[in-house]
């Protein structure tokens, strides 16, 4: 039985494949699509100590990560632990198959603290999309761009980059059974729109088309051809999908501009049986620095001055207003400076925010997430009953230790807050 081995995948050959598209000559090729994505395959250690990588976190560069979820609300809980343990705040975060239906709400907690989330539900059983967005990132959703059938899904939103281009971001997932004609013209009406907008662009998702079938597969060279011909290339260039005896590459992020280096790369872990995609476009930014996350200071915080405070403001002054807007600005400047004196807000350190985000986990069971993470590694690359057998038993056991963990901490949390209403509802809202 042959098994695949990581190591010895198929890539992507930009420049190869691009050659060959009839609406493209070789002088087309050389001058709009020189540079190469530099893209690899990254474990969690690599991510942390690649050393371009590094770089690009701290320059001015804009980050995104696409996970195929496979039902947010099974996965929420891996989904931010992978996030806290890559130690990077990226500035959108897309999801496919979200499975959150049109005729219900999600019935879990799917929040991500610093994020702003929206989404587009599915139709069907399978599917949906969402998008996190970085508090702090001014952006509007671009209705007229999204979409929704029993075929695919999209959502699109508009970064406000002032005074430098907007850049629009779509997330985007096409159901295997869907019809591909009537998704590919979808998608040319959409990036032909873009185009004339003259706006930057970028757009992931699952799109259930493999792209190493470029040359046998008329349903791929389609897709290809329109997006080339708007100048959009695919930055991720290997397998997303990866199961004993196929290797697929249907995960993509595709970004209409060449005049930005560029990093990306599929995270080698567990969470799906997808891999997590991730693109950092450097010198490409917002006009806001959201990156420090703050939380209030409630330990000198006496409730009976905080009314007695809120008591004394002359609201009168502020309804007076004709304005309505000027009616709020005045009542969240008063509101706010009064909260401020009381219950000051506080920077937090990376340490605190990563406790904040998953409590119950402890620096041992972090280091098991590590050796979990290096057990699937070692399955991928080398794909033996054994290594599966001590993946599988290892996983399996250090998910059982995360939820008794889980249950033990929000035990204690309930026991200690008895009394305390605020606190319970709160601590409710994030663990419902």
Known sequence: MTFIHI???PRFELLSKLDKISSLNHHDVENNFMQQTDFKYYSLEDFLNNENLNQSKHNLSFSTIHF????LSANHDGMTLLLSELQHAFDVIGL??????????PTSNITINGYDFISKPTLTNAGGVGLYVKEGIPFNIREDLCLITKEFESLWIEINRYPYKSLVCGILYRHPS???????KYLYSILDKISKEKKLCLFMGDFNI???NFEDCQLT???????????????ILQPTRITDHT???IDNIFFNSNEFFSISGNLVCDLTDHLPNFLFLNTLSWTSNSGVRYTRDYSNLVQEDLLLDVQAIEWDNIFKENDINEIFDSFYSVTTNTIDKHAPLKKLSKKEAKFQSKPWISQGIRKSIKTKNKLFNC????????????YKIYRNKLKHILNVSKKLYYDEYFSCHVNNVRTNMEALRVVS
Do not use: M, W
């Not at 195929?68 to 039902?71: D, H, K, P, V, Y």
């Not at 496919?96 to 709400?105: F, G, N, Q, V």
């Not at 399955?379 to 001590?390: A, G, I, M, T, V």
């Open 247 to 249: 290797a697929t590459l």
């Open 221 to 235: 060279e389609e897709f290809i051809n329109t997006t080339v011909s708007y100048d959009f290339l695919p930055h």
């Open 210 to 212: 493999n792209l190493l």
């Open 178 to 184: 869907g019809n591909p004609g009537d998704f590919t």
């Open 68 to 71: 195929n979820i496979r039902s």
């Open 96 to 105: 496919s198959e979200t499975k959150i239906k049109d005729s219900c709400d």
């Open 379 to 390: 399955y991928l690359r080398n794909k033996s009953q054994s290594n599966h057998s001590k």
């Open 7 to 9: 190591d010895n995948l």
